[in-house]
């Protein structure tokens, strides 16, 4: 399904597999009321689900950020709370996009509002602020029911979509956007698999070809295998500070034409798990291949805010693709993709999220429509949460002050975080460590002995994912191997998120700068 | 890019609902009573979702403030509410990765009230055991139940589709997470004149109906039924059981309004609890998935998007690849999860919170009680109309014998006639009901389903202004 990827993903299914029966048996989930024929680890042929005849585009599926590593960390939580003694006192979970579980702090204006709203008789409490109560009566005013409980309608609640349009408006310099066009989502993922899922179509060499960067955030992976579509990779430019190149674009998508049928190009700006921010020249680049290519562009955005580097600056593919003339932004079919689970506020928990889709085809558009309906509606806190994202306190109201302190201040420490990151790593022999410009991760580069490469084929592991499980069991930290994200063939990668507080970053970073000292002589 | 013929099939299949021009409708005549345009109503009845919060139910206190608490930790601390509400937040904040809602959790939810929905299982089922294991939360039961039909749905091309037995009529949602999956719902007929009751030689029927069309693998119920209110009795159950253990079909158990049976001989059981009962080998071997949700029953927590399905002697192997399914998707929303636990876990007596909880789910219960006694009695007494006693769930779904003169100017009309009767309905009457048509039903019949989860005086108007629409109605097309 995959061209110039190192494995297919049926191979990395297999190496998942063979590594979960090589790493310790994880208690809780294998345990079923089952027969004693499975217990024994028997194959259940007797079943009415079973392997042969289940989903084969589920067994195709697979999710690193979550995978084999994270099990086996948090069954190391589990021995820690049961006294087991081990080199290190707690598991770090550098693998997750999670800022709150990192210690963040929520954003208290955002809190306030949802406490109102999930709650209405605190509207009577003289300890929350009049704009937030203004806010809350609003969002209330706009619910079934008057309550947070009721179904909002499958597109989203209709006056916090009109807000999220002002909002891209307003971010976009005045480009006009239509509250009709924007859906919101249970989280941006939500949206992003609603669009693949009716964009992909038709069989053998007319199936649908779909454009994502190596690295890609592997919810995109975990997707097209799902809908049997075809993978088709770009690289990114890992000696060009992971940038785009146009030529690699082309590369791709000719070769892809021989196998399947083009139609649609994912792009993550700022980049998961690479950090990179495309410079506006690229992303006119970019919308231009699009339209020579006849492809559906979709713009993951969530990580807007999420631009540190100087001289880097957060440009929105539709504003661009505005500014490129009626040419390109009459014609050019796009989705763009935000989220409340990134950015300065954090609230993964609440699955908030929306898509605003440009130039679509109103027949497609209203088979979009029903098919969010069979999803019923997203979140309601979610919705509303976006709804307070889009509608921040302003300069003249009570919460403005405390608002944009707390805001400034996540900000300010991601972006120290991303130098420091950047600056540690890369004084390591053996780790290459790009600017981490945005988002919230760094993927440096790692070279392994061959002594450990060997090592680690022979107990049928990727060397990446070897070397982070050797990294967890020694120094408790958890990372993700490059290899769940997809790296040039001969190429190794770990993400790690920048998120712990400042503090345990650095022992973090002290700690794999050090383990990576020993693991190459160890195999040297 | 051109339209329709450059998408994916299983999309294009996926039925538009039938009642659309309804729901513009109504919005426009919102809009208009709002506008004060004259009406012969000054409010529009909306009953066609199961949303007892949008129809004037209030949530329960103890349930928002633990969510408020939970939103806001300040509140933990001050003396705004009571003890046992800010002891629970903290319970729930400590199982939250630095305790707060807004960390991810664990794909399948956290592992307190993971624990806390196996341990609930067990008590409602007499003792059954639950493992948490098998447990996954999920943003609504329908999220969980189209994971676990993708999971047996056969994708390959050269294959037959995969069949899901459904009942006839059937919420209409689910038939459409089916179809967009790539699978085909097979109708099994519910008796109507039985009570809406399921009889296994129907069920055999459907299954032969499906030869050479579609390769049938699960067997989808919902008890109690929507829209029908039917509560199945164990004997039925067991039946159900054996036949799905004998043609080797996967049971999926939706059982999202397991907590409103009113009915004087109806008790609900779960499907789960009648396969331990029945003891091995089916109780080993038949597998099993069944969803509950904290949308339904009296919390009606529907906009929060929490539910959960427990799998049954599953496959271990399948398992692993359900998992990374529901990790793909990151987790439920935690405010959805905390809904649960305390749909699980409600306060107890010596509680503070427990009087005022007993009290506001008791007076919901005697509403919903009242309720389906009057529509009963009501719709009843109306020439033309009939229905069955609702035994459980939150709907009516009440049968209405049309004069053929409405039948002919309907179909004139190019709509089905109880389509056309509702479309009256809304303008005349300013009730939004849905009709049958939604959801199936033997050719030549017709219904409305509306919800019965409302306040009594709505309840009471409701049937107000129906009955003196349907008799103008039978007088017109007489």
């Known amino acids: ?524 | 890019m051109s339209a329709l013929q450059e998408m994916s099939p299983n999309v294009r299949n996926i039925k538009q609902l039938q009642y659309v021009a309804l729901i513009r409708r109504a919005s426009q005549i919102k809009e208009e009573l709002r506008q004060k345009v004259r009406k012969p109503y000054k409010e529009m009845i909306d009953v066609c979702w199961g949303d007892p919060h949008r129809a004037g139910v209030k949530p329960l206190t103890f349930v928002r403030q633990v969510l408020a608490a939970c939103l806001y930790p300040q509140l933990v601390d001050s003396d705004t509410l009571p003890v046992d509400v800010r002891q629970r937040a903290r319970m729930l904040l400590r199982g939250c990765a630095g305790g707060s809602v807004g960390s991810y959790t664990a794909p399948a939810g956290t592992s307190e009230i993971v624990h806390g929905i196996s341990e609930f299982i067990t008590r409602r089922d007499g003792g059954a055991p639950s493992y948490p294991e098998n447990i996954y939360i999920s943003p609504g039961s329908q999220w969980a139940l189209q994971n676990i039909i993708n999971v047996l749905v056969n994708s390959e091309p050269s294959s037959p589709k995969t069949g899901v037995l459904t009942p006839l009529p059937c919420y209409s949602t689910t038939i459409s997470s089916m179809v967009g999956l790539g699978a085909v719902a097979v109708p099994y007929s519910l008796c109507e004149e039985r009570g809406w009751e399921l009889q296994v030689e129907e069920l055999q029927r459907a299954l032969e109906s499906a030869k050479g069309v579609c390769k049938p693998v699960a067997l989808y119920i919902v008890n109690p039924g929507n829209p029908t209110g039917y509560v199945q009795s164990r004997k039925s159950m067991q039946e159900v059981i054996r036949f799905a253990s004998e043609k080797r079909l996967f049971l999926l158990a939706d059982e999202v309004y397991q907590d409103c049976v009113y009915g004087d001989n109806s008790e609900f059981v779960s499907y789960k609890r009648v396969l331990a009962e029945m003891g091995p080998p089916l109780s080993d071997t038949v597998e099993l998935a069944s969803f509950h949700s904290a949308s339904k029953g009296f919390m009606g927590e529907c906009g929060l998007r929490g539910g959960y399905v427990e799998l049954v002697n599953m496959d271990p192997a399948v398992m692993k690849y359900i998992y990374t399914l529901f990790s793909a998707d990151s987790c439920a929303p935690v405010l959805g999860q905390f809904a649960l636990d305390l749909l699980t876990s409600p306060p107890q007596p010596g509680d503070p919170s427990y009087p005022l909880y007993r009290q506001e789910t008791r007076h919901i219960r005697s509403t919903l009680v009242r309720n389906v006694k009057r529509v009963f009695e009501v719709v009843n007494s109306l020439p033309g109309f009939s229905c069955q006693p609702v035994e459980g769930g939150v709907f009516a779904f009440p049968r209405m014998h049309l004069p053929p003169a409405a039948i002919h100017k309907a179909t004139e009309m190019g709509m089905q006639p109880d389509l056309f009767y509702c479309a009256r309905l809304l303008e005349e009457a300013g009730v939004f009901v849905i009709p049958g048509c939604e959801y199936g039903q033997k050719e030549g019949t017709y219904h409305i389903r509306f919800c019965i989860m409302v306040q009594e005086d709505i309840m009471e108007e409701l049937l107000r202004r129906l009955t003196s629409f349907h008799t103008q109605f039978m007088k017109d097309f007489s």
Not at chain 1, 131 to 157: P, V
């Open chain 1, 1 to 524: 399904y995959s061209d110039h990827c190192p494995l297919t993903p049926l191979k990395w299914a297999r190496q998942l597999f063979l590594i979960n029966s090589f790493s310790v048996r994880r208690s809780a989930r294998d345990i079923t009321n089952m027969s004693q024929q499975a217990a024994n680890g028997l194959p259940c042929r007797g079943k009415v689900l079973n392997l042969d005849n289940m989903n084969p585009n589920v067994r195709r599926v697979e999710y690193a950020v979550r995978g084999a590593i994270v099990q086996r960390a948090l069954q190391i939580d589990k021995e820690l709370k049961e006294g087991v003694k081990k080199p290190f006192t707690e598991v770090i979970k550098a693998n997750i996009g999670d800022a709150h579980a990192m210690g963040q702090k929520p954003i208290t204006f955002l809190r306030q509002v949802l406490a109102l709203c999930a709650y209405p008789d605190l509207l009577d409490d003289n300890k929350f602020p009049d704009d937030s109560k203004q806010r809350a009566r609003r969002i209330l005013e706009a619910c079934g029911g008057h309550s947070i409980g009721a179904y909002s309608s499958s597109q989203g609640i209709e006056c916090i979509r009109q807000d999220v349009a002002r909002y891209i408006e307003k971010r976009d310099d005045g480009i006009s956007s239509d509250p009709d066009n924007i859906y919101l989502a249970t989280g941006a993922s939500d949206a992003i698999v609603t669009m693949l899922k009716l964009l992909v179509c038709g069989k053998g060499r007319d199936r649908t070809g779909v454009m994502i960067s190596i690295p890609q955030y592997p919810l995109y992976s975990a997707a097209l295998a799902d809908l049997a579509a075809v993978q088709i990779n770009y690289y990114l430019d890992e000696d060009k500070c992971w940038s785009l190149d146009i030529a690699e674009l082309k590369r791709a998508v000719t070769a892809a034409r021989q196998h399947c049928n083009p139609r649609v190009i994912c792009i993550i700006n700022p980049g998961n798990p690479t950090g990179q921010v495309q410079s506006r020249q690229c992303i006119e680049d970019v919308i231009r291949f699009a339209k020579e290519e006849h492809l559906f562009l979709m713009a993951d955005e969530v990580y807007q805010d999420n631009v540190y580097a100087e001289g880097c600056k957060f440009h929105s593919f539709k504003r661009v693709l505005f500014e490129m003339g009626p040419e390109y932004s009459t014609t050019v079919e796009m989705a763009s993709f935000h989220s409340t689970s990134k950015c300065y506020m954090g609230e993964c928990g609440f699955r908030g999220g929306y898509m605003e889709v440009i130039n679509m085809d109103p027949e497609v558009k209203a088979q979009l429509t029903k098919l969010v309906s069979v999803r019923l509606c997203p979140p309601v806190p979610g919705q509303a949460l976006l709804d307070l994202v889009v509608n921040p306190p302003q300069p003249d109201e009570p919460s403005y002050d405390k608002f944009m302190k707390e805001r400034t201040a996540v900000l300010a420490a991601l972006a120290e975080k991303a130098g420091l990151t950047e600056q540690i790593f890369n004084t390591v022999p053996g780790i290459t460590c790009n600017p981490v410009q945005g988002a919230m991760y760094t993927f440096p580069r790692i070279t392994l002995p061959q002594k450990a490469i060997d090592k680690a084929k022979a107990e049928g592991q990727v060397p990446d994912m070897f070397y982070c499980m050797k990294l967890l069991e020694e120094e408790g930290i958890c990372l993700v191997p490059g290899s769940g994200f997809g790296q040039r063939e001969g190429t190794f990668h770990f993400r790690m998120t920048i998120l712990p507080p400042t503090e345990k970053l650095k022992f973090v970073l002290q700690k794999i700068s050090d383990f990576h000292i020993r693991f190459t002589q160890e195999f040297s």
